[in-house]
């Protein structure tokens, strides 16, 4: 996660101890202050659990392929019981209940509460449409951190890309019967060719919504999002939506509203934060581009500080990648499936930097992105070493010259860029 408001305008929030290594209240995960940055060894992931495949809705970028149907199985009650025991003693910092829809699966409080109780800080990821007060006061008597509730923009925009009409309705009362009862609650919403031209009116909505935080998601390439579409952004579209986070977001602070927005699953957003604020002389500048270097961008995501259990217990990357098993946890320890570097693949992504190929390997902002998203260079060159073909910096800005360009051909790591997104 990129804070803009932090990094740009030097604010703060409840995540910074965990992302920036500064002391600050515990995060929205329950995570703890903290100055020293674990190695990939000793730190322990966030995991995202598809607790279910279900979902109500029809998103079109669904990383799940879910449909309104009942899947086979799915963790029993037991089998989830023993799986939060194995990750409370593991130490984990954080589980993610998500889906499908979470709040379709009939155990899901006595999950969550029991999650809560083990102190692995529950934390729900939602489309919101089946939260009403009741639900939502369960929620907040569970223990559940932080709710996590998804639109994909303005109400005509949303319904289309959900495929279900009165879903933004639907989602925006679950926000609302989350605000009621005094649980913390966020908008995420990912960045597609369908609610680009939206931008700045999803921001007049968050101010006159009074919606305290939100997180603009990057796409990743997965499920019926699978590949380069219609719906990815190109490079100048990013940056053009990275200009108007950044613009709004500091339109936000100078005029004292307590709104903290993110950009997620794009560590290149913290290399184009630096870089304005570089051009814009802005002396924060070095504070910041130090804070992203604590952070290692992807060196500590994937297979590192964020790992996925799918709804039959298969262990992955990261949610993105469900197409590539390190174990099942219905066989091995979780903690014995994590720690395990003799695959391959694992052994890769906890050591990112000395893996990473093309483009990549001679950026001069290597140590504060680290190469972003591997699924999405997996899905794109069947390399997960390759570049990210989101990044939407050009070869002068990150320092790619004639001759480090002949290296990379010479060596087969030229990795052309989609002409979809290469705009």
């Known amino acids: 996660m990129i804070d803009i408001g932090k990094l740009y305008c030097a604010g703060s929030s409840t995540g910074d101890g965990l992302r920036y290594g500064e002391e600050s209240g515990p995060d929205c ?129 949303n319904d289309k890309f959900r495929g279900v009409a009165g879903a933004f309705k639907k989602t925006m009362q679950g926000f609302d019967n989350c605000r009621a009862v005094n649980q913390r609650v966020g908008l995420r919403l990912t960045l597609t060719r369908r609610n680009f031209l939206d931008i700045n009116g999803i921001f007049d909505f968050i101010e006159r919504e009074g919606i305290n935080r939100a997180c603009f998601y ?17 490079h100048s579209e990013s940056k053009k939506a990275m200009d108007i986070i950044l613009e709004r977001t500091k339109d936000y602070f100078d005029r004292g509203l307590d709104i903290n927005i993110l950009t997620v699953d794009n560590h290149v957003d913290g290399v184009y934060t630096y870089l304005k604020m570089k051009e814009q002389g802005m002396d924060k500048a070095e504070e910041t581009y130090s804070m992203l270097k604590w952070n290692g961008g992807a060196a500590n995501s994937s297979g590192v500080g964020i790992s996925n259990i799918d709804f039959v217990g298969n262990v992955h990357p990261d949610q993105f990648w469900q197409d590539y098993t390190f174990g099942n946890i219905k066989d091995r320890n979780f903690g014995d499936i994590w720690m395990d570097e003799s695959d391959p693949i694992m052994r890769g992504l906890k050591n ?15 140590e504060i992105c680290t190469g972003a998203m591997r699924v999405r260079a997996y899905r794109t060159y069947g390399d997960p070493w390759a570049p990210d073909p989101a990044c939407y910096l050009s070869d002068n800005e990150i320092g790619l010259d004639k001759e480090k360009i002949e290296y990379l051909k010479a060596h087969g790591e030229e990795f052309k860029i989609p002409k979809e997104i290469n705009q």
């Open 352 to 366: 990112k930097t000395e893996y990473i190929k093309g483009r990549c390997r001679f950026c001069k902002y290597k």
């Open 29 to 157: 995960h329950g995570n703890s202050p903290h100055q020293v940055q674990k190695s990939a060894s000793e730190r322990r992931p966030i995991v995202v659990w598809n607790t279910t495949r279900t979902c109500n809705l029809k998103c079109v970028h669904c990383y799940t392929d879910s449909d309104n149907r009942k899947y086979e199985n799915e963790l029993t009650t037991n089998e989830a019981f023993r799986l939060i025991d194995e990750l409370s003693d593991f130490g984990i910092p954080s589980l993610l209940f998500s889906g499908g829809e979470p709040f379709v699966r009939n155990d899901l409080f006595t999950l969550l509460e029991y999650g809560a109780k083990k102190n692995v800080r529950p934390v729900i990821s939602t489309n919101g449409t089946l939260i009403d007060r009741d639900t939502a006061q369960r929620v907040k008597d569970s223990g559940v951190v932080y709710v996590g509730i998804s639109l994909d923009g303005l109400e005509d925009v």
């Open 218 to 234: 990057h796409l990743v390439y997965s499920g019926r999002g699978s590949s380069i579409s219609k719906d990815d952004l190109t």
